[in-house]
């Protein structure tokens, strides 16, 4: 079964950092694309950014861009969602999604569990 | 950027059919993917490439895509289909490929 298996919830302060993480099973990690979701609360999904482990190629979003880092360990079939200074307008849900490979496939399927990130003083 | 546009609720009583419409520019020459989210839990994908359905989702979800309009249909709707639902393209029309979402709709059934 392909699975995806985010790390649980978090609790932050304002100016802290912060990694999360994506743990896949099930598939050849290495050639799927692995991306990341924003959920604000009571919110729609937001694209973040994508990253294909087999290379380490990475695209970010604009809204997002220099805001998170996007990483992955092949080794331990893990992707990554990393903040280096958290604001409180962070707050979300974030999930990780697998992506085919081509192109031609751009749609995300299965979806983690989700990882809840509240940043509050 | 690429903008999805969905209403924001669609009311059905069940065993009727419910349209969940998605707005864009010419969305009909993309590929349109549909995403159902219950509450507390992951998106789950119901429509890919327009019109397909991934294993283990039932026929009553189909979707259709032409001109500037995407459409979910879901048929003799039951309560456990009430849930948000959200479309997805690619949008490769700049020099960053983007992966954009719909705003989402709220589907009630009455």
């Not at chain 2, 969905?6 to 998605?22: D, E, H, L, N, Y």
């Not at chain 2, 003799?76 to 029309?93: I, K, L, N, T």
Request: hydrophobic residues 30%; aromatic residues 12%.
């Amino acid at each position: 079964e392909v699975q995806l298996v985010q790390s649980g919830a978090e609790v932050k302060k304002p100016g802290e950092s912060l990694k999360i993480s994506c743990k896949g099973s099930g598939y050849s990690f290495t050639s799927y694309w692995i991306g990341w979701v924003r959920q604000m609360p009571g919110k729609g999904l937001e694209w973040m950014g994508i990253i294909y482990p087999g290379d380490s190629d990475t695209r970010y979003s604009p809204s997002f861009q220099g805001q998170v880092t996007i990483s992955a360990d092949k080794s331990i079939s893990t992707a990554y969602l990393q903040w280096s200074s958290l604001k409180a307008s962070d707050t979300a849900m974030y999930y990780c999604a697998r992506k085919g490979s081509s192109s031609l496939y751009n749609w995300f399927d299965p979806w983690g569990q989700g990882t809840l990130v509240t940043v509050s003083s | 950027s690429y903008v999805l546009t969905q209403p924001p609720s669609v009311s059905v009583a069940p065993g009727q059919t419910a349209r969940i419409t998605c707005g864009g520019n010419n969305i009909g020459s993309k590929s349109v993917h549909w995403y159902q989210q219950k509450p507390g839990q992951a998106p789950v994908l119901v429509v890919y490439d327009d019109s397909d359905r991934p294993s283990g989702i039932p026929e009553r979800f189909s979707g259709s895509n032409s001109g500037n309009t995407a459409t979910l249909t879901i048929s003799r709707v039951e309560a456990g289909d009430e849930a948000d639902y959200y479309c997805q393209v690619w949008d490769s029309s700049s020099d960053l490929p983007n992966w954009v979402f719909g705003g989402g709709t709220k589907l009630t059934v009455l």
